[in-house]
C-alpha cells in the first residue's frame, strides 16, 4: 500500500522554521501574501525582486522552486500563484482554483528530494474555509503519494515527500486539529479501497475481501467481524444471492463488520456494499471489451471497508455496521439461466431475466438481512448501473432515498467531502416496469431509466427502515490512461457519519 504520510498543524512565522521547504503563495500582479512578505523582509528583498523581473506573476498554479534564500533556515521556498484573490472561487468543481494551487503544489514539492514541507496556505483565504483547504490538501498529497504497484516485481519509486506540516500565522483552532486528523484517516481509508479496487479478480476473491475485513477487526478493538459461508446463506433463505454465486467455483460470502464507537444500546448506521469481484454478466455475458474493468465491480464493498477503517481511526462515537454480500458473476454449467425463478430471503420472487442485473440479486438479500441490527439508516453504495454513467458521468454518484432528510444529508456531505452525489426520483411511477407474468418481480426494468429501475428494485427490501441507495458506477473507477480506483465515496460517506456522530444533522426517526 501507499506508504504513509505525516500531517501536522502549527504556528509560526516562516523565517524561524527549519524545513526541506517551505510553501508561500504570490497573488496575481505580485502581491506577497502575509508569510511570503515576512521571506521577502528577511531575505532582503528576494522574492520582490524576482516578482520585478517577471519570474514569478502569481499567475494561478504556476510554481516556482528557489533555492539558498538568505537568512532562511529551510533547505527550499517554493511560490505558489493564487491567482486573482476574488477568482478563489468557492464552488466545488474540480476544476476549481484552489484545488489546481494544490495540485500544483504537491506536484512541485514530489518533484523535488524534500522529505517534509511547511504549508502557508490556510491563512490566505484559498478555498471555502481552512477546514476545506486541509481537508483537501491531505486527500491531495495523498493522492500523489499513492501507488498501484503491489502486483509489480519490482515497486514503483515511493514518493519522498513524507511530513507535510500546515503552518499558520495565526493559532489554529482545536477543530482545524481535529478536521486535520479526520482528513488524514479518510485519505487512508481511500488508499484501502482504491487499493482493494485495483487488485485484480484472481487475488481480490470473496475469500480475500473477508480476509480483509477480519484483518481490519485485528488491527482496531472496535470492529468485530463475522463471516456467513454459503451453508449458512442457505439456511437463512438467501436464494436471490446465491443465484448469482452458482456459476462460480469462488465461494460466496457474506461479511459483516461491526464498529462499536458509543452505546450499545445507539441503533447502528448499516452500510451494505456491493462486492462482486468479477463480473462477466454470467450467461448473459458482457462484450469482451473493456472488460477487466468489472473488478472494480466490488468498489462499493471496498468503500464499507475504507469508511469502517477511517472512522475506527477517528475513534467517531457512534456505531456503524457494515454488510458486505461478495461472490463472482459467472457463466458456466451450473451458472443461473435467463428466466430462472429465484427467492429472496424476504420470500419475494425474482424472474431473472438478466443475468448481468446481479447487483441487486445480492444486495436485496444484504438489505434483508440488515434488518437484524435494528438500523438507525442503512445506506447502501454498488457499481450498479451502467445507465448511472450515461445519466451523471464521472462527476457525481446517483443518490436515491425513501426520505427527504436522509437524501439531504448525504448531498450535504458531499458538498462538504468534495465527492458530490445527485439525486435521482424513486417515485412510484417507475415500479411497473418490474412487473413480472410469472415471479413478483423481474430483475430488469428494461432501458429506459435503468438507474431509476434498478434503485426501485432495491426500494421493494427497504421498506422498513430509512434507506439511501448511492449508484457509483460512473464515480468509483477511472478509465483509459489513467485506469485506477477513485477512493470515492469513502469522503461522502465519513463525513455523513463525522456530522451524524456530531449531531450535527440528527436524524427523525421513522
Ligand atoms: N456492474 C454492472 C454495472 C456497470 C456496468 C458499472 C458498466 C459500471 C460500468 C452491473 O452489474 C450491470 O451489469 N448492470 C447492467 C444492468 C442491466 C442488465 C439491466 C447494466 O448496467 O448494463
Ligand atoms: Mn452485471
Ligand atoms: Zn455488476
Known amino acids: 500500500m501507499e506508504s504513509k504520510l505525516e500531517f501536522s498543524i502549527k504556528q509560526g512565522a516562516p523565517d524561524k522554521q527549519r524545513c526541506a521547504c517551505v510553501v508561500v503563495g504570490v497573488f496575481e500582479g505580485g502581491k506577497l501574501s502575509s508569510a511570503a512578505k515576512i521571506l521577502d523582509t528577511t531575505s532582503k528583498h528576494i522574492l520582490s525582486d524576482l516578482i520585478a523581473r517577471g519570474d514569478m506573476s502569481g499567475k494561478i498554479a504556476s510554481t516556482l522552486m528557489l533555492h539558498n534564500v538568505p537568512n532562511t533556515a529551510c533547505e527550499r521556498v517554493?511560490?505558489?500563484?493564487?491567482?486573482?484573490?476574488?477568482?478563489?472561487?468557492?464552488?466545488?468543481?474540480?476544476?476549481?482554483?484552489?484545488?489546481?494551487?494544490?495540485?500544483?503544489?504537491?506536484?512541485?514539492?514530489?518533484?523535488?528530494?524534500?522529505?517534509?514541507?511547511?504549508?502557508?496556505?490556510?491563512?490566505?483565504?484559498?478555498?471555502?474555509?481552512?477546514?476545506?483547504?486541509?481537508?483537501?490538501?491531505?486527500?491531495?498529497?495523498?493522492?500523489?503519494?499513492?501507488?498501484?504497484?503491489?502486483?509489480?516485481?519490482?515497486p514503483s519509486k515511493a514518493a519522498i515527500l513524507k511530513r507535510i506540516t500546515f503552518a499558520t500565522l495565526t493559532a489554529p483552532s482545536a477543530a482545524l486539529k481535529i478536521t486535520l486528523d479526520q482528513a488524514a484517516a479518510i485519505a487512508h481509508g481511500m488508499a484501502l479501497t482504491k487499493t482493494l479496487g485495483n487488485l485484480p479478480g484472481n487475488v481480490c476473491t470473496p475469500t480475500y475481501l473477508a480476509a480483509q475485513a477480519r484483518a481490519l477487526a485485528k488491527a482496531h478493538k472496535t470492529i468485530k467481524t463475522t463471516v456467513l459461508e454459503e451453508k449458512e446463506m442457505q439456511k437463512l433463505g438467501m436464494g436471490s444471492l446465491l443465484s448469482v454465486a452458482r456459476g462460480s467455483e469462488e465461494p460466496a460470502k457474506l461479511i459483516t463488520l461491526e464498529y462499536q464507537g458509543t452505546d450499545k444500546k445507539q441503533k447502528p448506521i448499516v452500510l451494505v456494499g456491493k462486492g462482486i469481484t468479477f463480473d462477466t454478466g454470467g450467461i448473459s455475458l458482457k462484450p469482451g471489451a473493456d472488460m477487466d474493468e468489472m473488478k472494480y465491480d466490488m468498489c462499493g464493498a471496498a468503500s464499507v471497508l475504507g469508511t469502517i477503517q477511517a472512522i475506527a481511526e477517528m475513534g467517531l462515537k457512534l456505531n456503524v455496521v457494515g454488510v458486505i454480500p461478495s461472490c463472482d458473476n459467472m457463466p458456466s454449467g451450473s451458472a443461473t439461466k435467463p428466466g430462472d425463478i429465484v427467492t429472496s430471503m424476504a420470500g419475494l420472487t425474482i424472474e431473472v431475466l438478466n443475468t448481468d442485473a446481479e447487483g441487486r440479486l445480492i444486495l436485496c438479500d444484504a438489505l434483508t438481512y440488515s434488518k437484524k441490527f435494528n438500523p438507525d439508516t442503512v445506506i447502501d453504495i454498488a457499481t450498479l448501473t451502467g445507465a448511472c454513467v450515461i445519466a451523471l458521468g464521472h462527476v457525481a454518484s446517483g443518490l436515491f432515498s425513501n426520505e427527504d432528510k436522509l437524501a439531504k444529508d448525504l448531498l450535504t456531505a458531499g458538498e462538504q467531502a468534495h465527492d458530490r452525489a445527485w439525486q435521482l426520483p424513486l417515485w412510484d411511477d417507475y415500479q411497473p416496469l418490474l412487473d413480472s407474468n410469472f415471479a413478483d418481480m423481474q430483475n430488469i426494468g428494461g432501458r429506459a431509466g435503468g438507474t431509476i429501475t434498478a434503485a426501485c428494485f432495491l426500494s421493494r427490501f427497504t421498506k422498513d427502515y430509512r434507506w439511501a441507495h448511492l449508484d457509483i458506477a460512473g464515480t468509483a473507477w477511472k478509465s483509459g490512461k489513467e485506469k485506477g480506483a477513485t477512493g470515492r465515496p469513502v469522503p461522502l460517506l465519513t463525513q455523513y457519519l463525522i456530522n451524524r456522530a456530531s449531531n450535527k444533522q440528527t436524524g427523525i426517526s421513522k
Open 78 to 154: 517554493l511560490l505558489v500563484g493564487l491567482g486573482k484573490l476574488n477568482d478563489l472561487d468557492t464552488n466545488n468543481s474540480n476544476n476549481s482554483a484552489s484545488l489546481k494551487i494544490l495540485r500544483a503544489t504537491f506536484a512541485a514539492l514530489n518533484a523535488t528530494p524534500a522529505k517534509d514541507a511547511l504549508l502557508y496556505l490556510v491563512d490566505e483565504g484559498i478555498g471555502k474555509d481552512a477546514a476545506w483547504v486541509i481537508t483537501q490538501a491531505v486527500l491531495t498529497a495523498s493522492e500523489q503519494a499513492f501507488r498501484a504497484d503491489r502486483l509489480k516485481s519490482k
